[in-house]
């Protein structure tokens, strides 16, 4: 007995084809057009129990009254809670006993990394190493005093800011710019400059040079051009440089001056913060 040919289905055609090759047009599976309208069902639910919809003042807050930023908010509440005993002893330990206490010195070095990656690194760097125009913090060069209490106030008020009346305060006159020197004495402080930490660029300046520091900046910097920290002078003979160390970088200082400005932490961190970063940073190398 011979079985009966199978007749082709007529199946429409899209329209499309290619070199005589025709696109039937087959209707979606069943399974994929219900996980379809699944979605679809579930898409509305989904924006009417959650805030989804972008308005002109924010977004629709959803019938659950969820927020990730709540969220987040009690978890930082709860931690804050768990640590109110140790931030309490922080805060009112002495500054040079920290590092004697094992647990809150272990506790204040975590807390004050978290504190500078979260506000200082975007000037200080992730590791502390600093940048043109950014102190190292990993070297013993400090213009107002690596201690740990001298740290801890320089980041409580900050450095010639105006946020803070007991903010640390100098300012280097300009002298090119508001011609307090002539060009040619310039030349030479420069040249006298580089010669207590290297090579000047022009050695015949440097004894005319030594003239015009005694009478314009032995004052600040000292006459052996070794800073002074009361007046956050930088030290000129140990051959680092915020600002750059070369010619046209300390040419471009004296003429300009500097003025670093660091804002005051006080009104933004809490004291046990403040203590917990100044530890931080007095433990990773530089610190005295």
Not at 86 to 109: H, V
Not at 155 to 180: K, Q
Not at 220 to 230: K, N, P, Q, V, W
Not at 261 to 279: F, G, H, K, N, Y
Request: glycine residues 10%; aromatic residues 10%; proline residues 4%.
């Amino acid at each position: 007995m011979s079985k009966k040919p199978v007749q082709k289905q007529d199946i429409p055609t899209t329209g499309h084809e290619w070199d005589g090759i025709q696109e039937y047009d087959n209707p979606m599976p069943r399974w994929w057009l219900w996980c379809f309208y699944l979605c679809i069902i579930w898409g509305i639910g989904y924006s009417i129990a959650y805030p989804a919809w972008p308005g002109i003042k924010g977004a629709t807050e959803g019938l659950l009254g969820y927020s990730t930023r709540g969220e987040v908010a009690a978890e930082i509440d709860a931690v804050n809670t768990r640590n109110e005993a140790i931030n309490a002893r922080l805060a009112s330990a002495e500054l040079t006993a920290i590092e004697d206490d094992a647990e809150l010195n272990g506790y204040a070095k975590s807390a004050g990394a978290a504190v500078f990656k979260t506000w200082c690194a975007q000037c200080h760097g992730s590791g502390a190493a600093g940048s043109k125009g950014y102190p190292n913090l990993l070297d013993n060069d400090w213009l107002w005093g690596g201690d740990i209490e001298a740290i801890h106030e320089t980041v409580t008020a900050g450095i010639r800011n105006e946020d803070n009346d007991l903010a640390r305060y100098s300012e280097m006159p300009a002298f090119g710019r508001d011609e307090l020197l002539e060009d040619e004495q310039i030349d030479q402080v420069v040249n006298f400059v580089m010669s207590l930490s290297g090579e000047p660029m022009d050695a015949s300046m440097v004894t005319e040079g030594a003239t015009v520091y005694a009478d314009n900046c032995s004052s600040c910097h000292g006459d052996a051009g070794l800073g002074d920290r009361d007046q956050g002078a930088p030290n000129l003979a140990d051959a680092i440089w915020l600002f750059g160390g070369s010619y046209d970088d300390i040419r471009e200082t004296v003429v300009n001056s500097r003025f670093g400005v660091m804002p005051s932490w006080d009104t933004r961190l809490t004291e046990a913060q403040i203590r917990a970063v100044s530890a931080y940073v007095h433990q990773l190398g530089g610190g005295e």
